[in-house]
Structure formats: structure tokens, C-alpha cells
T-cell receptor, first 114, second 111 residues
Framework: SAVISQKPSRDICQRGTSLTIQCQVDSQVTMMFWYRQQPGQSLTLIATANQGSEATYESGFVIDKFPISRPNLTFSTLTVSNMSPEDSSIYLC???????????FGPGTRLTVT | GESVGLHLPTLSVQEGDNSIINCAYSNSASDYFIWYKQESGKGPQFIIDIRSNMDKRQGQRVTVLLNKTVKHLSLQIAATQPGDSAVYFCAEGTSGSRLTFGEGTQLTVNP
């Protein structure tokens, strides 16, 4: 399986500011995803990061709030913009390779907004 | 829309016992299912998957059973160990599409 790293691992931010989370994979992957996991809850897909084009967002998530970049097949960023305490969550990067069904996750970024 | 849910939000077992974690799904078009283990402070870890053309798959100490008739999935852990304590999620998907996750079951293994 691919080795996935995320930076930062955690952060405490003030409301109204923005944070960019980086996801780096040790091999080229076809699909990259960003998930949110609120405390004690399951995972919710924010968007699929598309290489060379705009991300595909799920219902309830918009590009202005969660801009995503994917400049190549091993790297992606998620920005959480104009943060509020409701954005306090774990943000997870996930990857899938080619036609494989298996999907793997990074360690997550724990964000606290005060 | 489709949904994936779990019957038991918490499960407590004695070390050495077998554990069974259940999951119900509603999308009959789902053609694969994955079980993940998430330890505190970590990302979900892939445990085992199963395709819809199978009804059973075994891994190391784990077995996944799929009953498409009643849209039910289970994860069996043999000889449960303290290191198995975690939250377990089932997820379902169709070919090339996103995964949908269940609510999670907290497994606690008592020594």
C-alpha cells in the first residue's frame, strides 16, 4: 500500500483565518480524496482531488470554503478558509490506485479552531 | 440515498474471545465493501475487503462475511487481543465511485 503523510499533524487556529493541509504520497496514485471526521463521528467525503483540473465536491462542500489543489499524481492540498469553531475536525487524505478497490488513508490533521 | 449503518455502537469483549462486528447497508448496487480499523489519534487502517461476488473472505485472524440477501456485512476477529481495541468502520462502494462509511463500532478488549 502507498505511504501517505500529512502536514501539519495538528494545529490550533483562530477563527477567520485559513489553514492549508498538505498530503504527500510515496508513489503515483490515480485518485486522491479529502475527508472530514468530526469528533466521535464517521468519515464524510469533502471532495475528490483531480490532477490538473478542479476538484469534485460533495453536497454541502464548496470550493470557496475548501479550495483543493492537485498539481501532480503524488501531492494535494486542502485549504480550510475563513475558519469557524465548527470546522474543528480531523481532516484526512485518502488515495486509491488505478482500478484497485482498496483505499488507504493518511494519519490525519487534527484542527482546532478557537 | 444510500446509507451504511452499524447495529452495535459499542462492543466489549474479553481477551481471547472472538469478536463480531456487524454492518447493514442499503445500496444494493454496491459491489465492494471494506473494513477499517481506526485507533485513537490515527487515520483509518485498511483491514480487509470483499467483493459482491463473494460471501466470505478470510485474512489473518479476521473474516468478513457478506449476505447480499439481507444487505448485511460482518467482521469476525478471532482470539481478540488488547491491540484490537479501536473503532471499526465498514464502507461500501461501487466500481470507480466514492466510499460511503458507516457510523463505526468501538471495540474494547478487556484483559
Amino acid at each position: 500500500s502507498a505511504v501517505i503523510s500529512q502536514k501539519p499533524s495538528r494545529d490550533i487556529c483562530q477563527r477567520g483565518t485559513s489553514l492549508t493541509i498538505q498530503c504527500q504520497v510515496d508513489s503515483q496514485v490515480t485518485m486522491m480524496f479529502w475527508y472530514r471526521q468530526q469528533p466521535g463521528q464517521s468519515l464524510t467525503l469533502i471532495a475528490t482531488a483531480n490532477q490538473g483540473s478542479e476538484a469534485t465536491y460533495e453536497s454541502g462542500f464548496v470550493i470557496d470554503k475548501f479550495p483543493i489543489s492537485r498539481p501532480n499524481l503524488t501531492f494535494s492540498t486542502l485549504t480550510v478558509s475563513n475558519m469557524s469553531p465548527e470546522d474543528s475536525s480531523i481532516y484526512l487524505c485518502s488515495v486509491r490506485q488505478g482500478l484497485a478497490y482498496e483505499q488507504y488513508f493518511g494519519p490525519g490533521t487534527r484542527l482546532t479552531v478557537t | 440515498g444510500e446509507s451504511v449503518g452499524l447495529h452495535l455502537p459499542t462492543l466489549s469483549v474479553q481477551e481471547g474471545d472472538n469478536s463480531i462486528i456487524n454492518c447493514a447497508y442499503s445500496n444494493s448496487a454496491s459491489d465492494y465493501f471494506i473494513w477499517y480499523k481506526q485507533e485513537s489519534g490515527k487515520g483509518p487502517q485498511f483491514i480487509i475487503d470483499i467483493r459482491s461476488n463473494m460471501d466470505k473472505r478470510q485474512g489473518q485472524r479476521v473474516t468478513v462475511l457478506l449476505n447480499k440477501t439481507v444487505k448485511h456485512l460482518s467482521l469476525q476477529i478471532a482470539a481478540t487481543q488488547p491491540g484490537d481495541s479501536a473503532v471499526y468502520f465498514c464502507a461500501e462502494g461501487t466500481s470507480g465511485s466514492r466510499l460511503t462509511f458507516g457510523e463505526g463500532t468501538q471495540l474494547t478488549v478487556n484483559p
